[in-house]
C-alpha cells in the first residue's frame, strides 16, 4: 500500500468510529499514523478501545482516496495542517484530553503565542456588546494578546474586526471546511485576517457548517486559550457551551456583568453567580486576574487642543480620576449635566477624552 505520513494522517481521520481520542492513541502506542496502516492487527488489539471492529474500519482503503482528494484541495486553497505530533502544534490545545489530532489551517499565525485570550458570546450582540467588545480589545492592545473567537455573527465577528483595527494577532476557528467562509458576509474580514492571523478547524473541505458541528468547534476555541471571555450571553447557546468547556479544561473564564432581566445579560451573570467566571470590567481587570503586565510602552499623551473655562472644568475633573460616568464629571465640574454632555461630546471630537460604555468617560 503506497501512501506516506501526511496521507495517513489525515486518512486516520477520515473513519468513522475513530474519534479524537482513539486516534491519538493509536498514533502514541505505533509512533506515527502511517504505523498504525502498517502494524499487524493482532499488535493493535493489546490497545484500549481496539477491537475487531475497528480493526476493520482501519483496514477499509476509502479512507485514502478521501486524504488524497483532501491533499489537493489543501494545495488548491493554500491550506496546510498541524499535527498533535508537530512542534508548531499549538500546546495548550495539546493538554487538552479531546484535543484534534489534525488541525487544518490558513494564514500567518502562531498557535503558541504567549498570551491567548478567546472572546466570544451572543450572536444577537447589541449596541453596548458591540460597544464593550470594541473597548475590550483597544484595551488589551499594550498586552500583546492574540484573539481567538469563531467568526460567527454577533461578538466573534465584533471582536475580530476591532482586532484586526487595532493590529492584533486575530485567529477564527470554524465548524466547516477552511474551503469556504460562513457567513459569507465575513469573508472580507476573513480576508484581512490572513494577514495577521488567520484561519483554523478540524474540519475536512467540503465539509457544511451543519448545527452539530458547533461544539466541536467551540471546544477548540476554549482550549486553544489561557482565558474565555464573554461579552454578552443568554443563559443557553454557544458560548456557554465554550465556557463550560473552558472551565473543565481548567481555563480562566470571565464575563462582563449585565442588568438583571436582560436576556442578554442573563448568561453572563448566571456564569458569575455559579463562580464558573471571574467579574470584570476592562481588560485591567482581566490583566490583573492574569497577573499580565503591559508589554508596550503607552501612547504619548496627545497635546490638548486650546480649552474654553468650561471644558478646562471638565478636564480638570477628570484628571488622575479614571473612569467617571457623566453625572460624577457633571457634579465635580459644577456644570449642569446637558452642558457636561454637549462638552463632552465635543471633547470626544477633539480627541482629548474617551466614551465608555454606561456613559462613562476618560481622558484619551
Not at 502506542?29 to 478501545?49: N, T, Y
Not at 481567538?148 to 471582536?159: M, N
Not at 442578554?264 to 458569575?272: K, P, R
Not at 499580565?292 to 487642543?305: M, T
Amino acid at each position: 500500500m503506497g501512501f506516506d505520513e501526511n496521507t495517513a494522517r489525515i486518512a486516520l481521520t477520515m473513519i468513522p468510529g475513530i474519534g479524537p481520542v482513539l486516534s491519538r492513541r493509536l498514533v502514541q502506542h505505533c509512533g506515527s499514523a502511517e504505523m498504525v496502516f502498517r502494524e499487524k492487527k493482532k499488535h493493535l488489539q493489546s490497545i484500549e478501545g481496539i477491537g475487531t471492529a475497528t480493526l476493520k474500519l482501519l483496514s477499509n482503503k476509502e479512507c485514502f482516496k478521501k486524504a488524497e482528494k483532501e491533499l489537493k484541495r489543501m494545495d488548491k486553497h493554500g491550506i496546510y495542517m498541524l499535527y498533535f505530533l508537530d512542534r508548531d502544534y499549538p500546546s495548550r490545545l495539546k493538554h487538552c484530553y479531546d484535543a484534534p489530532p489534525l488541525l487544518y489551517c490558513a494564514g500567518k499565525m502562531n498557535l503558541n503565542a504567549s498570551r491567548i485570550v478567546s472572546i466570544i458570546g451572543t450572536r444577537k450582540i447589541s449596541d453596548y456588546g458591540v460597544q464593550l467588545t470594541e473597548q475590550l480589545v483597544q484595551e488589551l492592545v499594550p498586552y500583546d494578546v492574540m484573539i481567538i473567537s469563531g467568526l460567527a455573527y454577533g461578538v466573534d465577528i465584533c471582536a475580530h474586526r476591532a482586532a484586526v483595527e487595532n493590529k492584533i494577532e486575530t485567529v477564527g476557528v470554524l465548524a466547516h471546511g477552511l474551503d469556504r467562509i460562513y457567513p459569507n458576509t465575513h469573508a472580507s474580514t476573513a480576508r484581512k485576517m490572513m494577514q495577521h492571523g488567520g484561519l483554523i478547524s478540524d474540519f475536512p473541505g467540503d465539509t457544511n457548517p451543519d448545527r452539530e458541528n458547533f461544539p466541536q468547534r467551540n471546544r477548540i476555541v476554549a482550549g486553544l486559550s489561557d482565558a474565555v471571555i464573554v461579552v454578552e450571553s443568554g443563559v443557553k447557546g454557544g458560548s456557554m457551551i465554550t465556557a463550560e468547556f473552558a472551565f473543565n479544561y481548567n481555563r480562566d473564564v470571565f464575563a462582563f456583568p449585565g442588568r438583571i432581566g436582560d436576556p442578554l445579560s442573563a448568561g453572563c451573570n448566571a456564569l458569575i453567580r455559579s463562580q464558573k467566571a471571574g467579574l470584570i470590567e476592562s481588560a485591567e481587570d482581566l490583566a490583573k486576574a492574569m497577573g499580565w503586565e503591559a508589554k508596550k510602552q503607552p501612547a504619548q499623551q496627545i497635546q490638548l487642543p486650546t480649552l474654553n473655562d468650561n471644558e478646562e472644568k471638565i478636564v480638570a475633573a477628570l484628571r488622575g480620576m479614571g473612569n467617571l460616568h457623566v453625572d460624577e464629571i457633571s457634579s465635580l465640574a459644577e456644570l449642569p449635566v446637558a452642558k457636561t454632555s454637549s462638552l463632552l461630546l465635543s471633547l470626544e471630537f477633539a480627541g482629548v477624552v474617551k466614551s465608555l460604555p454606561g456613559k462613562l468617560y476618560r481622558l484619551s
